[in-house]
Nanobody
């Protein structure tokens, strides 16, 4: 079992910055990748950024150059630094962890944190 708790969302003006955090606890040694997703009202959940264990990061085209995903293994925490925010970044942001044990794989999700960017 893995528990994920997000924090750091809020209201910010366009052009501003926010940093989201995702603290992981539980069976974290088996986490192979962590990701940030977001879901805007009326839209499907979309992948924003991913950071696999020992691999390179990747980003959605819409956030490249503005968002940075990182992971502090000592603190069991993943971050999403969001700069140059745009109104279209408004969404609920979810932390995701991919847990793998042998051939078994499971996704864990945080509760979500609201990000609202005003124009």
């Amino acid at each position: 079992q893995v528990q994920l708790v997000e924090s750091g969302g809020g209201l910010v003006q366009a052009g501003g910055s926010l940093r989201l955090s995702c603290a992981a606890s539980g069976s974290i040694v088996s986490i192979k990748a962590m990701r940030w997703y977001r879901q805007a009202p009326g839209k499907q959940r979309e992948l924003v950024a991913a950071i696999p264990s020992g691999g390179s990061t990747n980003y959605a085209d819409s956030v490249k150059g503005r968002f940075t995903i990182s992971r502090d293994n000592a603190k069991n925490t993943m971050y999403l630094q969001m700069n140059s925010l745009k109104p279209e970044d408004t969404a609920v942001y979810y932390c995701n962890a991919v847990w793998v044990m042998g051939a078994f794989e499971k996704d864990y999700w945080g509760q979500g944190t609201q990000v609202t960017v005003s124009s």
